[in-house]
């Protein structure tokens, strides 16, 4: 008995020692900011939407992560009227 828990206890070490810490190198483009956050905030949301479904009921806001703006082009709007060049 004493050797069968000392092998499944073996085991599970070994199991767990292979197991990576979760990573949070993710740079989605919505943060929850505020006091209660560092800056940036919390940056895991996708959209506007899942952010402000996250931050409803706590303290803090939703804003764009500013290292998202950072790495995206320039913003470059749509021309409109009859200054639109040919298809």
């Known amino acids: 008995m004493r050797k069968t828990q000392l092998v499944l206890g073996t085991m599970v070490l070994a199991g767990l020692a292979g197991i990576d810490p979760a990573r949070a190198d993710y740079d989605y483009p919505w ?10 905030g919390d940056c895991s949301y996708q959209t506007r939407e899942q952010c402000l479904l996250s931050v409803s009921g706590r303290k803090g806001y939703c804003a764009q992560n500013p ?3 950072i790495t995206r082009p320039p913003f470059q709007p749509i021309p409109r009227g009859r200054h639109l060049p040919p298809a």
Do not use: E, H
């Not at 943060?31 to 940036?40: F, K, S, T, W």
């Open 31 to 40: 943060c929850i900011q505020g006091a209660a956050y560092d800056y940036p």
């Open 67 to 69: 290292a998202f703006l």
